[in-house]
């Protein structure tokens, strides 16, 4: 198991990339794994033969308009453990609680 981390987008597509990302951000959701998009990145947790595809089909539709397109991708590969795409977060916010610095 894993958390992937990436953030697509067409190079060259003028100011606004926020329909290109869409798609791809549709195509993630439509996955069934768990994710959670950001200003920056959408994270995905699965097997990598599960999300590895998962990602081509986003990069492949922003590449859909004829741009060439960025991919970033970043992984924290922890076999054995599930859920964690909350889990990670939730630990540092008990962690911020413990100590006051809570948002």
Same mark, same amino acid.
């Given at each position: 198991?894993?958390?992937?981390?990436f953030s697509? +987008?067409?190079?060259?597509?003028?100011?606004?990339?926020?329909?290109?990302?869409?798609?791809?951000?549709?195509?993630?959701? +439509?996955?069934? &794994?768990?994710?959670?998009? %950001?200003?920056?990145? %959408?994270?995905?947790?699965?097997?990598?033969?599960?999300?590895?595809?998962?990602?081509?089909?986003? %990069?492949?539709?922003?590449? +859909?308009?004829?741009?060439?397109?960025? &991919?970033?991708?970043?992984?924290?590969?922890?076999?054995?453990?599930?859920?964690?795409?909350? +889990?990670?977060?939730?630990?540092?916010?008990?962690?911020?609680?413990?100590?006051?610095?809570?948002?």
């Amino acid at each position: 198991m894993a958390v992937f981390a990436f953030s697509v +987008a067409p190079l060259g597509a003028g100011e606004s990339v926020a329909d290109s990302v869409a798609e791809a951000v549709r195509i993630v959701r +439509a996955s069934g &794994l768990p994710n959670r998009t %950001t200003s920056m990145f %959408t994270e995905i947790e699965g097997e990598w033969d599960e999300v590895m595809p998962v990602v081509q089909r986003a %990069t492949e539709a922003v590449a +859909a308009g004829g741009h060439r397109v960025s &991919l970033v991708l970043k992984a924290d590969i922890r076999p054995g453990y599930t859920g964690q795409l909350d +889990a990670k977060v939730e630990r540092v916010e008990e962690r911020l609680a413990e100590t006051g610095d809570r948002d």
